[in-house]
Nanobody, 115 residues
Framework: QVQLVETGGGLVQAGGSLRLSCAAS????????MGWYRQAPGKQRELVAV???????TNYADSVKGRFTISRDNAKTVYLQMNSLKPEDTAVYYC?????????WGQGTQVTVSS
C-alpha cells in the first residue's frame, strides 16, 4: 500500500501562488507515475498534471499550462507549484500515485482562490 499525505492547500487571492506537496510512504522510484487531480463542486475529477517518475516527463491540462509546474524530489515527495491562480482553480486537489497498475489516492486538500 502507498499512503499519500498532501499539504499546502488553503485560501489565496487571484493572481497569487501556492505550492502543494504530496509525500508518499514509499520511495518515489517505486512509483510509476504521480499526478495531481482536482475536483470542483458539481464537476468531474480532472487531471491537472502528471509526472512519469522514471523519465521525469510531465504533462499538464491546457487550463494550467504555463502556470502550474509539477516536480519531484529524489525521495518521496512530488510538488505542484501553482502560480497566477484564478478563481476557476478552486477545487479539492488530490494526489494520485500509480504503482504496479494500482492507483492510490490522497485525501485531498482544498484550494480556494478568491476574486
Amino acid at each position: 500500500q502507498v499512503q499519500l499525505v498532501e499539504t499546502g492547500g488553503g485560501l489565496v487571492q487571484a493572481g497569487g501562488s501556492l505550492r502543494l506537496s504530496c509525500a508518499a510512504s514509499v520511495s518515489i522510484f517505486s512509483i510509476n507515475t504521480m499526478g495531481w487531480y482536482r475536483q470542483a463542486p458539481g464537476k468531474q475529477r480532472e487531471l491537472v498534471a502528471v509526472i512519469i517518475i522514471s523519465g521525469d516527463n510531465t504533462n499538464y491540462a491546457d487550463s494550467v499550462k504555463g502556470r502550474f509546474t509539477i516536480s519531484r524530489d529524489n525521495a518521496k515527495t512530488v510538488y505542484l507549484q501553482m502560480n497566477s491562480l484564478k478563481p476557476e482553480d478552486t477545487a479539492v486537489y488530490y494526489c494520485k500515485a500509480r504503482r504496479n497498475l494500482r492507483d492510490y489516492w490522497g485525501q485531498g486538500t482544498q484550494v480556494t482562490v478568491s476574486s
